[in-house]
């Protein structure tokens, strides 16, 4: 019975597939990344088709000096929340490079475990929009969290701002009896969950911790949609609202890497002074944790070889992604 839930959710996060078709929409992405460390490609990768404005990330594991140093192709960091303590969490936001933000800060609200949480605010045409993102440890304290996502969910809200929540808040949509709690105080701030299908699942079990709370009788047309990337345990979701589009506020910045003969020396060099130690680390024999150590390792002295620059003209900054690489991105999980 377990087995044949499992095959139905698994079915129905799959089935479903976003129009692909963006003109004249706002796109907003959310995943818990499980560190985003030498993920940016691969996860630029698998949003290629649709290109969202705005990236919401939770767990990115980077403390502050490291985030800031994280490019994203044609993205900028519009808000963050690291950790100063513990180990892992965090959130953080992205944001088209083009399109104009506010920052705002959140900082007084975290609490590392129990809620940490950024938020950005953007101009439509029609309306000004915050997004918050919103990260709890399932060891977090419950009653903290719910009290302090009030008080800064109360502070923002006023009847001209939309509000868009979104992240990991380990409460299972599914069968969870905090859920309830937790719809009593957003609902008395126009705000309602709009997950129906599992974000994540392992072995017989699917849970719906990760969700996104949206004004519903203001965005009837909405469209969410689960992505499947294999960039972590947790699946993305996707929110499509139509007809929101933010203005371009300036010519497009793109990133390249400079690929040459010096560049391609240093890496060459700095390849060859690692040792098979930090691929077989701890006499792992699991194939997934060998190759992921492989890769963390590749990718560190790839990006330090060939750093990523900006330039306002478009550049080929693909042409290292080999079709090897491009078939394991699709072919992760």
């Known amino acids: 019975m377990e087995q044949q839930l499992t095959d139905i959710n698994t079915m129905s996060r799959s089935n479903k597939k976003l129009t692909k078709y963006t003109k004249n929409a706002l796109l907003i992405f959310h995943q818990n990344i499980c560190g985003l460390p030498n993920k940016q490609d691969e996860l630029l990768y698998s949003l290629t088709e649709y290109s969202p404005q705005i990236i919401c990330l939770t767990e990115h594991h980077l403390h502050n000096e490291e985030l800031e140093g994280t490019m994203i192709n044609r993205y900028t960091l519009g808000a963050k929340f690291c950790r100063k303590i513990n180990k892992s969490g965090g959130a953080c936001i992205f944001i088209k490079d083009n399109l104009h933000l506010t920052n705002i800060n959140m900082d007084k609200y975290s609490k590392e475990m129990d809620i940490e949480i950024c938020a950005i605010k953007i101009h439509t045409p029609s309306s000004v929009i915050i997004i918050m993102t919103v990260y709890r440890s399932p060891t977090g304290d419950i009653t903290h969290f719910l009290d302090t996502l009030e008080i800064a969910t109360d502070q923002l809200y006023n009847n001209t701002i939309n509000i868009i929540l979104c992240g990991d808040f380990n409460i299972n949509y599914l069968n969870d009896n905090k859920k309830q709690k937790l719809n009593s105080i957003l609902t008395s701030y126009s705000l309602y969950s709009i997950i129906d299908f599992p974000t994540s699942t392992n072995n017989l079990t699917s849970t719906a911790i990760d969700n996104v709370f949206i004004n519903k009788f203001k965005y009837e047309n909405y469209e969410i949609y689960p992505l499947i990337n294999g960039l972590s345990d947790h699946d993305a979701q996707i929110l499509r609202l139509p007809d929101k589009s933010i203005p371009n506020y300036g010519n497009e910045l793109y990133t390249y890497r400079q690929i040459n003969e010096y560049s391609l020396n240093e890496f ?9 130690q930090n691929v077989f680390s701890n006499d792992d024999k699991d194939t997934n944790t060998i190759f992921n150590n492989f890769l963390d390792t ?21 042409k290292w992604l080999k079709m090897g690489i491009r078939t394991s991105c699709n072919n992760k999980r």
């Open 298 to 318: 590749f990718l560190k002295i790839f990006n330090a070889s060939f750093p990523v620059k900006k330039t306002s003209s478009k550049q080929d900054n693909k």
């Open 268 to 276: 060459q060099n700095n390849l060859s002074h690692e040792t098979r």
